[in-house]
T-cell receptor, first 111, second 116 residues
Framework: DSGVTQTPKHLITATGQRVTLRCSPR?????VYWYQQSLDQGLQFLIQ???????AKGNILERFSAQQFPDLHSELNLSSLELGDSALYFC??????????FGSGTRLTVV | ELKVEQNPLFLSMQEGKNYTIYCNYSTTSDRLYWYRQDPGKSLESLFV?????AVKQEGRLMASLDTKARLSTLHITAAVHDLSATYFC????????????????FGQGTILTVHP
């Protein structure tokens, strides 16, 4: 157990639907990072939150949004899902001083 | 925009052989990480390299960092089947808050297969 918890582990949904992925960071970590891993795009940075505030944004689609709550857990919301959104979504927490630790991921399949 | 490039992208090795994976990056950084990923699994941290000339070793793997050349290497000695996995390097880019909580930018990954 890495200390970063992601739920659910697997998600199958239809095109056009909306889903929410959840991440609880390692105890004490204030920063959360979301990544998408697909076969053709590799590991792509989506968005980062630090202590409830957005810190950096990557190649995140407008249909996707995220937030970090006061208890530091984060949610990634994906809407109007398309087949191409099927991927592994990872959450990581930490930073340079304490290391970046990844959760086990959520495998999203859009059918 | 930071680019991180690994080569080779595919590596098929025989057990007992040595090989090196290269990781080049396009902007100044002295924070580089190596991760291992088994199929469908999470990323496991292998090495953290935090300064020019840093060298770390764990078992049959050794990583080094040359910040002037913007190059890191992951050397595999006497490969065994258990090392079969995908290996990623990642570089930290500072954000508005500095380097401490910068995002990781990953290379494409090197798929390593070790054959008997």
């Amino acid at each position: 157990d890495s200390g970063v918890t992601q739920t659910p582990k697997h998600l199958i949904t239809a095109t056009g639907q909306r889903v929410t992925l959840r991440c609880s960071p390692r105890s004490g970590d204030l920063s959360v990072y979301w990544y998408q891993q697909s076969l053709d795009q590799g590991l792509q940075f989506l968005i980062q939150y630090y202590n409830g505030e957005e810190r950096a944004k990557g190649n995140i689609l407008e249909r996707f949004s995220a937030q970090q709550f006061p208890d530091l857990h984060s949610e990634l919301n994906l809407s109007s899902l398309e087949l191409g959104d099927s991927a592994l979504y990872f959450c990581a927490s930490g930073g340079v001083n304490y290391g970046y630790t990844f959760g086990s991921g959520t495998r999203l399949t859009v059918v | 925009e930071l680019k991180v490039e690994q080569n080779p992208l595919f590596l098929s090795m025989q057990e007992g052989k040595n090989y090196t994976i290269y990781c080049n990056y396009s902007t100044t950084s002295d924070r580089l990480y190596w991760y291992r990923q088994d199929p469908g699994k999470s990323l496991e941290s292998l090495f953290v390299l935090l300064s020019n000339g840093a060298v770390k070793q764990e078992g049959r793997l050794m990583a080094s960092l040359d910040t002037k050349a913007r190059l890191s290497t992951l050397h595999i000695t006497a490969a065994v089947h258990d090392l079969s996995a995908t290996y990623f390097c990642a570089v930290v880019i500072p954000n508005a808050g500095g380097t401490s909580y910068g995002k990781l930018t990953f290379g494409q990954g090197t798929i390593l297969t070790v054959h008997p």
